[in-house]
């Protein structure tokens, strides 16, 4: 049967394979259980036309990388399905007492005899149930600005089934706060001989002391004194990996502005350009003056500054 089959095609495939695997007619038999879980996961796909036109779209190993159990079953009533077709129900209540295969997508082929009209990744004859795949975790890795600007290599520790291992991830320049890092294989260990799942890692930039990240570019603040903002003068500042340079500041600069040094902000990939840095002025108001200092003032303001 080809992926173009009609609704009654779908139905009618059904049928048969529930007929032959359900529990009632093989009592005992656990790989006719698995097998009749399967085809329920199958034709609760196949009889949505919007999750079939995903599964034709996707494959497989991209639907189930979409779809969770949950998604599959949602607004799926197996006992209502099964009724209709004259079996019982049984103990099979709802989509979530299934849990197939998540990866090599064998429900469909158990259902549908030739993966290769359906998107699978079989070839040739029919497909087998397929071990279940291992389940994807997801962990937050905090980075530092540092980390960002150079790359890294972290050793993340993870936690599960009473143990602990270790997984060394690359960190890649230029990487931004949110996006997630995929190790292959590093995920949950299957519990039926299948290949693992996959780890996820959630990136988190800290915050840094000094700088602020705005793109590729980063902010630092310079706080200088009323007399000097005036009068003009040179300021030191430290690049995010400890260059230094002197800046200088204009007279009359104003507050909030901003001196630029190019080249010196954040990578924008792994192999991208360099963003900017910025030095942000801060005018620093006293807050108490001596009486020498208020009589100065006072001339200055009598003079119109």
Known sequence: ???????????????????????????????SEDKFKEINE????????QKKQKYDTYGSS??????????????FDLNDILNQFGFGGGSFGGGANFRSAGGAGSPFESMFGNAANMGGGCRGGGCGSQ?????????????????VLGGAEKTVSLR??????????KIPKGIEKGKRLRLSGKGASSPMGGAPGDLYLKVNVQDHPVFIRDGDDVIMEKRIPFSQACLGTEI???????????????????????????GHGLPSGPIGSRGDMYVKIAIRIPKELSEEQK???TQFAELGL
């Open 295 to 297: 009589e100065m003032v």
């Open 1 to 31: 049967m080809s992926k173009d089959a009609s609704a009654g095609e779908i139905k009618k495939a059904y049928r048969k394979l529930a007929l032959k695997f359900h529990p009632d007619k093989n009592k005992g038999d656990k790989a």
């Open 236 to 262: 030191e500042v430290t690049t995010l990996e400890g260059k230094k340079f002197k800046v200088k500041v204009p007279s009359g600069v104003q507050q909030e502005s901003r001196l630029r040094i190019k």
């Open 62 to 75: 991209g639907f189930h990388q979409r779809y969770s159990q949950e998604d599959i079953f949602r607004g």
């Open 160 to 169: 599960g089934d009473g143990s602990t291992r270790s997984v060394s991830v």
């Open 131 to 147: 071990p279940v795949k291992g389940q994807d975790l997801t962990y937050e890795l905090s980075i530092s600005l540092e980390d």
């Open 42 to 49: 199958a034709y609760a796909v196949l009889s949505d036309p």
